[in-house]
């Protein structure tokens, strides 16, 4: 068990040395409470997965996809993996992080804010 989260935790450091556009693009957003306060982290082991995105106070894990997501089978088993265990996951593609950041960030406060709210499955 020691080993598997090692290696979560190396893992998780080299994906944070090496973030995608979209991801450095959001955590300028996100990082040092710049949305409302809300404390982030990157690049974040919860059980077996790494969360891009994640805000323990709202048990909210924020993901990016590219188009390697679209329908992807295995993100629908890890989402709900990850809410068995009290989170909602929260997914966008790049594009719409590129595309409209302050958008991306109100939805992500929103969901934050009011934990009733859902996303639809895409």
């Known amino acids: 068990m020691k080993?598997?989260?090692?290696?979560?935790?190396?893992?998780?450091?080299?994906?944070?040395r090496a973030p995608t556009e979209a991801e450095q693009r959001l955590w300028g957003a996100l990082r040092n409470r710049r949305l409302d306060?809300?404390?982030?982290?990157?690049?974040?082991?919860?059980?077996?997965y790494i969360a891009?995105?994640?805000?323990?106070?709202?048990k909210l894990i924020v993901e990016l996809d590219g188009s390697q997501h679209a329908g992807s089978g295995s993100d629908r088993t890890r989402d709900a993996e990850l809410e068995a265990r009290g989170f909602r996951v929260l997914?966008?593609?790049?594009?719409?992080?590129?595309?409209?950041?302050d958008a991306t960030c109100a939805t992500i406060l929103a969901f934050a804010r009011d934990r009733s709210l859902r996303q639809e499955r895409r």
């Open 52 to 58: 891009d995105f994640v805000c323990m106070e709202a």
């Open 37 to 48: 306060r809300l404390k982030f982290r990157r690049q974040t082991p919860v059980g077996p």
């Open 91 to 101: 997914r966008f593609w790049n594009d719409d992080v590129m595309r409209d950041l």
């Open 3 to 16: 080993k598997t989260t090692d290696r979560l935790r190396s893992f998780a450091r080299a994906m944070r």
